[in-house]
């Protein structure tokens, strides 16, 4: 990657045109950033997505069953359940089944709120911390472009769900296997499993589109850039382990 930073864009481009340069002219959509910082059109496809993804998993798994394989991958938990009366274990597990469906199919509201935080974090850090240029809504801007390869992922995922993916074998963590995590026997430490999931071709993919995005924007350097990019997201994922240790 060269460290070369675009000023302008010679010619406005369209919502489509940024979607489809994400993928194959990054540099361009992020350069077109400076010149207007919306983000409607990544928001759209988040949203169809989700539903799409979420339709899949209520019809080939259905709730009940993602939530039982959930607790499946935590054996205390798994022994506490199986520990109550049937009727409240059939009460709580209507419950969580509810929950479940409500927050993937809400998920894209989770999406806007971490984007919003993470945002904010590389904003200051750039800024601040390295005399970067660039607004906040650019840097969101850019969060939600870069985050678009990873709609490929759940794609990957419902495909898999409508070509016979098995039941007992779906996580919806981790959907797909475009981790290393999802290749870890199922004995594996928590944490591991934790941390390897986040080893992701497509989590990968979208922090090196944040780097050029955000050396774009910030008119720094994409070394400087991948400093505050990455050192966040490896910080998140280091503190959504230890999490993870805490509870084995």
């Keep these: 990657m060269t460290d070369a930073v675009p000023q302008s864009t010679a010619v406005p481009l369209s919502e489509g045109q940024r979607i489809v340069d994400t993928f194959v002219a990054p540099s361009k959509t992020f350069t077109d950033i400076l010149r207007k910082s919306s983000w409607w059109g990544p928001l759209v496809i988040l949203i169809v997505m989700?539903?799409?993804?979420?339709f899949a998993v209520q019809t080939k798994v259905g709730w009940v069953k993602v939530f039982e394989n959930n607790i499946h991958q935590s054996p205390k938990q798994e022994e506490k359940f199986a520990q109550m009366p049937p009727d409240q274990l059939a009460t709580t597990k209507a419950i969580s089944a509810k929950v479940t469906a409500g927050?993937?199919?809400?998920?894209?509201?989770?999406?806007?709120?971490?984007?919003a935080v993470s945002s904010l974090l590389v904003w200051a850090t750039v800024n601040f911390g390295f005399g970067g240029t660039a607004k906040y809504g650019q840097i969101y801007a850019v969060s939600m472009y870069a985050s678009?390869?990873?709609?490929?992922?759940?794609?990957?995922?419902?495909?898999?769900?409508?070509?016979?993916?098995?039941?007992?074998?779906?996580?919806?963590s981790n959907p797909v296997?475009?981790?290393?995590?999802?290749?870890?026997?199922?004995?594996?430490?928590?944490?591991?499993?934790?941390?390897?999931?986040?080893l992701d071709i497509f989590e990968i993919w979208s922090l090196i589109?944040?780097?050029?995005?955000?050396?774009?924007?910030?008119?720094?350097?994409?070394?400087?850039?991948?400093?505050?990019?990455i050192g966040w997201?490896?910080?998140?994922?280091l503190a959504l382990t230890g999490a993870a240790l805490a509870q084995s």
């Design 103 to 115: 927050f993937t199919y809400g998920y894209w509201v989770i999406v806007l709120i971490f984007t």
């Design 50 to 54: 989700g539903i799409v993804f979420s």
């Design 209 to 229: 589109l944040s780097v050029i995005g955000v050396a774009i924007v910030a008119k720094v350097k994409r070394g400087t850039a991948a400093v505050a990019v």
């Design 148 to 172: 678009l390869v990873m709609n490929i992922k759940f794609i990957l995922a419902t495909i898999a769900l409508f070509a016979g993916l098995a039941a007992d074998s779906f996580l919806i």
């Design 177 to 198: 296997g475009t981790n290393i995590g999802f290749y870890l026997s199922s004995d594996a430490p928590k944490w591991l499993m934790t941390f390897c999931t986040h």
């Design 233 to 237: 997201w490896l910080l998140t994922v």
